[in-house]
T-cell receptor, first 113, second 117 residues
Framework: SQKIEQNSEALNIQEGKTATLTCNYTNYSPAYLQWYRQDPGRGPVFLLLIRENEKEKRKERLKVTFDTTLKQSLFHITASQPADSATYLCALDGPNTGNQFYFGTGTSLTVIP | GAVVSQHPSWVICKSGTSVKIECRSLDFQATTMFWYRQFPKQSLMLMATSNEGSKATYEQGVEKDKFLINHASLTLSTLTVTSAHPEDSSFYIC?????????????FGNGTRLTVT
């Protein structure tokens, strides 16, 4: 069965520091992995997609890595800001999961001013 | 671009009644839409995959007769919660994937907060 775990339910960091969130999966061989941001009472918003043959992807202050051997993705936010406070979700996609998307447990990030 | 509209944003209904939730892709076509349920401080639980012009595919443990899904066009999917009970109270979120674009991410609506009294 699908199992996608994200590190610590909640993460608090100081403004300006780098936040690192972890996504671990089992029983999968996803073709790609995605990260989403969700604010309270809202639907998730797509942030980044990384393919299985890509080691790293960047977008502004965001960086995602994908290690298919470890079955793990790391999501980094550099120079974090209070506005980055939200819940971040990883999602698995690709031929081995059919057309569906399955989401991780989510990590609630709070950036303290 | 890639806007998904979900309506209503919240609804309160009495036990035993049915509630319909609409999910529209406003500026793109979506052969496939997904319906999720989310409990407080928990992740998204996939309920079913809605396919335009064919039957929805339900996840294990989701009652298809209770959660009726209709995907009548390339831009509209509806979820009807039939004979709602208080335990059906939850946050329901739909999402759509742009047709014909490989690796297309999901575009989500803003959810529907259902409260059954």
């Amino acid at each position: 069965s699908q199992k996608i775990e994200q590190n610590s339910e909640a993460l608090n960091i100081q403004e300006g520091k780098t936040a690192t969130l972890t996504c671990n999966y089992t029983n999968y061989s996803p073709a790609y992995l995605q990260w989403y941001r969700q604010d309270p009472g809202r639907g998730p918003v797509f942030l980044l997609l990384i393919r299985e043959n890509e080691k790293e992807k960047r977008k502004e202050r965001l960086k995602v890595t994908f290690d298919t051997t470890l079955k793990q993705s790391l999501f980094h936010i550099t120079a974090s800001q209070p506005a980055d406070s939200a819940t971040y979700l990883c999602a698995l996609d690709g031929p081995n999961t059919g057309n569906q998307f399955y989401f991780g447990t989510g990590t609630s990030l709070t950036v303290i001013p | 671009g890639a806007v998904v509209s979900q309506h209503p944003s919240w609804v309160i209904c009495k036990s035993g009644t049915s509630v319909k939730i609409e999910c529209r892709s406003l500026d793109f076509q979506a052969t496939t839409m997904f319906w999720y349920r989310q409990f407080p401080k928990q992740s998204l639980m996939l309920m079913a995959t809605s396919n335009e012009g064919s039957k929805a595919t339900y996840e294990q443990g989701v009652e298809k007769d209770k959660f009726l899904i209709n995907h009548a066009s390339l831009t509209l999917s509806t979820l009807t919660v039939t004979s709602a009970h208080p335990e059906d109270s939850s946050f329901y979120i739909c999402s759509a994937r742009r047709t014909g674009v490989y690796n297309s991410p999901l575009h989500f609506g803003n959810g529907t907060r259902l409260t059954v009294t």
